[in-house]
């Protein structure tokens, strides 16, 4: 499962990338680079906040998962890394 700290690098990766994009074509639409950029960025702010939640949502929600036996958490805990087992 991702940690909170990992959904929101995901979404401010993401975020940068969609916000190129909006900038992109709003700068298209428009000719006007400054205006273009505040699109982007308000979409953004707007935006963060929603993938972040929409994110810790569906880690709440099982659909489409495989369930993971509970005797596999208590085993991968106390194996050793299979590097350091001698051979």
Partial sequence: M???RRSLAKALSWRIVAWSITAA??????????FALSIGFADS?????AYYMHE????????????????????????EPRELVAS
């Fill in 2 to 4: 991702d940690t909170k």
């Fill in 56 to 79: 810790r949502t569906w880690m709440s929600i099982d659909y489409g998962r495989n369930p993971v036996p509970a005797y596999a958490h208590a085993r991968a805990a106390s194996e």
């Fill in 45 to 49: 702010l707007l935006k963060i906040f």
């Fill in 25 to 34: 074509v709003a700068y298209l639409f428009t000719g006007r680079a400054v």
